[in-house]
C-alpha cells in the first residue's frame, strides 16, 4: 500500500486508535509487486505486458517485497537468493516455453 501511495499506518491509528473505521482505497497509481525474478516476469507475459513491466521497472515502480535492503543478515539474503535462481528451474520445469 505504501509504495502505490497509501499510508497503511494512518489507516491503523484511524481505525483502531481513533475508532473510525477505514473506507475502501482504490488506488489509480500503477505499481508491479513480484517475487519472481523481472526476467521471468517478462518472459512469461504478453508482449504488451512486458512493455509495461519494463516501463514499470524503468521509472522505479516495480517492488519486490522480499529485497528488503535494511536486512543485513547473510542467511536471509542467501535464502533469497536461492529462492530466487530456483525459480528460473520451476518456470523451466512446469511452464515450458
Known sequence: MTA???DISR???DAFVDGHPAEPVVSSAEHLF???PLSLVRRY???EDAALVRRLARAGKATNP???RAERDPRRWASILAAQLNQFRKFARHYPN
Do not use: A, C, I, N
Request: glycine share 6%.
Open 4 to 6: 502505490s501511495g497509501h
Open 11 to 13: 489507516m491503523y491509528v
Open 34 to 36: 513480484h517475487v519472481v
Open 45 to 47: 507475459v504478453s508482449p
Open 66 to 68: 522480499l529485497l528488503y
